[in-house]
């Protein structure tokens, strides 16, 4: 059986899997949070990632995002434009 070493720790390959989505990470890209659970890329952007005062939903991007940041909230461009013709 193989064991991958990952950010300190020992892991069966079929085990290496995203908390989230449960996908195998071996041999793709992956991160780890301060407690130390591991993410594939896609999930770790949608929780870790600032939600939009306006419409609640995570600022993620496929390769970057622009965001606004305001009074301390964070937008999205679109939903930023739309606050403003609020106003």
Same mark, same amino acid.
């Given at each position: 059986?193989?064991?991958?070493?990952?950010?300190?720790?020992?892991?069966?390959? +079929? $085990?290496?899997?995203?908390?989230? +989505?449960?996908?195998?990470?071996?041999?793709?890209?992956?991160?780890?949070?301060?407690?130390?659970?591991? &993410? $594939? #890329?896609?999930? &770790?952007?949608?929780?870790?990632?600032?939600? +939009?005062?306006? +419409?609640?939903?995570? *600022?993620?991007?496929?390769?970057?995002?622009?965001?606004? #940041?305001?009074? *301390?909230? *964070? &937008?999205? #461009?679109? $939903?930023?434009?739309?606050?403003?013709?609020? #106003?």
């Amino acid at each position: 059986m193989c064991v991958l070493q990952a950010h300190g720790k020992s892991y069966h390959s +079929c $085990c290496f899997r995203c908390v989230i +989505c449960k996908q195998g990470l071996e041999g793709q890209p992956f991160t780890v949070d301060s407690d130390s659970r591991v &993410y $594939c #890329v896609s999930d &770790y952007h949608k929780i870790r990632a600032p939600c +939009c005062a306006v +419409c609640r939903t995570p *600022n993620t991007g496929s390769t970057e995002s622009i965001r606004v #940041v305001s009074s *301390n909230r *964070n &937008y999205h #461009v679109e $939903c930023y434009s739309g606050e403003v013709n609020l #106003v």
